[in-house]
């Protein structure tokens, strides 16, 4: 050991190569069940990283060898080894166990561009009100541009002076960044959700809590999804979109009149005014999630059960 490092850098060139060691400020959570081949790329890909992230695992009960392919050829990687698949909810479990003051999320089949991360935590570290943010997408072995990216882009919410981006009430959960404080603040992924558009009630809840959610091209993201069906899906995302808007259902007229506007304000500057006033109003109610009765419940679960429950 070269203790002479331990009492810090002694020249200009030391000190630069220890500001380009030094790890971000950003952890990353993935969240896998069954896919250790996709998640070993995606952990080789994370690990070459230059900001050096700290990688957390999260184990949606996985009955391949995952945790035995971690173990072998990933021993930095930390694990949380959860007994049964909590879905969506498995990020919250790893936010959770992070310190770090910022968390990227990947999926299984989902990496960081280079440089990614050291952009997201600048963001965050020059916008304290910033909740979340959502990146640029590449899709495939073609870098192909997610449509999402634009839709995102385009959001009718447009900027805000402290905020970085464009205000968005969506985005993807593999290729998102939370502020630790704000994404606990809000909750995290409600359980009931699962997978397929469960990202909608977490955006909607971190704007009633006056938290930033943006989208912000300059951080960049890799997506290789599977290319095989996935027939339950439509069916699991409809009915999320459904138990979001009761979850969210406090005040209906207000936010009637938030879906109004804003399409109004694809065209309309006055309108877009007009988006931003009422969103800036939206009173305290909206800061609580609405119970769901219990046979409501029971019943939104039965599509996950019907599903056996996988990702």
């Not at 599977?226 to 899906?233: E, K, L, Q």
């Amino acid at each position: 050991m070269n203790h002479a490092t331990n009492r810090g850098p002694s020249s200009t060139r030391e000190r630069h190569h220890a500001d380009l060691t030094k790890p971000a400020p950003v952890g990353i959570v993935i969240a896998t069940r069954n896919r250790s081949a996709s998640l070993a790329v995606t952990v080789r890909h994370l690990l070459a990283l230059p900001e050096r992230p700290e990688i957390l695992v999260v184990d949606n009960a996985s009955t391949d060898d995952t945790r035995a392919v971690l173990a072998r050829d990933f021993p930095q990687v930390r694990v949380v080894s959860l007994p049964f698949n909590r879905g969506a909810l498995a990020r919250t479990h790893g936010v959770r166990a992070l310190d770090t003051p910022y968390v990227a999320f990947s999926d299984d089949d989902s990496w960081w561009a280079p440089g990614a991360l050291g952009a997201a935590a600048r963001h965050f570290d020059g916008h304290p009100r910033l909740g979340l943010l959502s990146a640029r997408t590449l899709v495939g072995p073609t870098d192909a541009a997610d449509p999402l990216n634009d839709l995102l882009a385009d959001s009718p919410l447009g900027p805000a002076t402290d905020l970085p981006g464009t205000q968005v009430l969506g985005f993807l959960g593999c290729a998102a960044v939370a502020r630790r404080t704000a994404y606990l603040d809000a909750g995290g992924y409600h359980p009931l959700l699962f997978f397929g558009a469960e990202e909608t009630l977490l955006a909607y809840d971190l704007a009633a809590r006056g938290w930033g959610v943006t989208h912000c091209p300059d951080v960049t993201a890799h997506h290789h999804p599977d290319p095989g069906p996935r027939t339950d899906r439509p069916a699991v995302a409809r009915r999320n979109e459904l138990l979001t808007a009761w979850l969210r259902r406090p005040l209906p007229h207000a936010l009637a009149r938030t879906r109004a506007l804003a399409a109004d304000a694809r065209r309309d500057p006055h309108a877009r005014r007009a988006l931003r006033e009422t969103l800036t109003r939206l009173p305290a109610a909206l800061r609580a999630r609405r119970p769901l009765p219990p046979h409501v419940e029971r019943a939104a679960r039965l599509l996950d059960t019907a599903n056996g429950g996988t990702s």
